[in-house]
């Protein structure tokens, strides 16, 4: 398998592991916990179900603008990866971006809102997707600046 074919075969992996665990625990939390409800897990971490119209911190709420901001950000994702598809470890960030990014647009397009469910205190509600989001926006910033150390050796 060429190194091109391997990048994209682990985003993928990754996209699909972040879409499922999203999904499965959104699922579990409708089943199990009514809005508005508040469980304590651990000290400072509760579970709670919160619809979430908005994007980060529920800005833009309830604007259809907001799914199109998100797909043309994805799209922009997925050719910008296409083209740098040999840079090393790029398909993790990629991957983390993409389910996460597609965990919440499930949402909305099935219940017109995300499912948020996660609660720190004095932190708004959030789920596995944005989770992923984050996570993959730091590995990307990584993944980046290491390819730009090493440009900048050479």
């Given at each position: ?66 799914i199109v901001i998100v ?22 960030p990629t991957g983390l ?11 909305r397009l099935r219940d ?43």
């Amino acid at each position: 398998m060429s190194p091109a074919a391997q990048s994209f075969s682990r985003a993928g992996l990754v996209l699909a592991m972040v879409l499922a665990l999203d999904q499965f625990s959104k699922r579990i939390v409708i089943a199990t916990v009514d809005r508005g409800d508040s469980n304590s897990v651990f000290p400072g971490i509760d579970i709670v179900r919160v619809s979430n119209k908005g994007v980060a911190f529920g800005a833009f709420s309830g604007r259809p603008i907001v799914i199109v901001i998100v797909i043309a950000a994805l799209a922009g994702l997925i050719v910008w990866f296409t083209l740098h598809v040999r840079r090393p470890y790029i398909w993790l960030p990629t991957g983390l971006l993409l389910g996460g990014a597609l965990g919440n647009i499930i949402d909305r397009l099935r219940d017109g809102a995300v499912t948020d469910f996660i609660k720190f205190p004095l932190w708004p509600a959030f789920n596995f997707a944005d989770v992923a989001i984050t996570v993959g926006v730091l590995a990307l910033i990584y993944v980046l600046e290491q390819r730009d150390a090493a440009d900048d050796a050479a």
